[in-house]
């Protein structure tokens, strides 16, 4: 069983930058994929953003060139760097763990708002 506490959300303006921070209590080398999810009041959880062992980096088309996603192996960590924040992106945001299970974070508001 891993446990993942999501960190770093809050209230930003428009235009504004965060990051994210999703800490495992175990080994995050064993899982295929780690990823960042939202979900927005009224809508489906979505994916986000996507870091596989292999390093490769997948990202929901409306966040490109703004999110990056990154991890700390020796911390057991993985990161969501944002950038150029809009109202839109405005979600709770969880850290996802996928490998044989899936584990997720409890969430983390993020709200973007002038």
């Known amino acids: 069983q891993v446990q993942l506490v999501e960190s770093g959300g809050g209230l930003v303006q428009p235009g504004g930058s965060l990051r994210l921070s999703c800490a495992a209590s175990?080994?995050?080398?064993?899982?295929?994929?780690m990823g960042w999810y939202r979900q927005a009041p009224g809508k489906q959880r979505e994916l986000v953003a996507v870091?596989?062992?292999?390093?490769?980096?997948n990202y929901l088309d409306s966040v490109k060139g703004r999110f990056t996603i990154s991890r700390d192996n020796a911390k057991n960590t993985v990161y969501l760097q944002m950038t150029s924040l809009k109202p839109e992106d405005t979600a709770v945001y969880y850290c996802?763990?996928?490998?044989?299970?899936?584990?997720w974070g409890q969430g983390t508001q993020v709200t973007v708002s002038s």
């Open positions: 870091l596989t062992t292999d390093n490769r980096r």
């Open positions: 175990g080994s995050i080398v064993s899982f295929n994929d």
């Open positions: 996802n763990a996928a490998g044989a299970r899936w584990f």
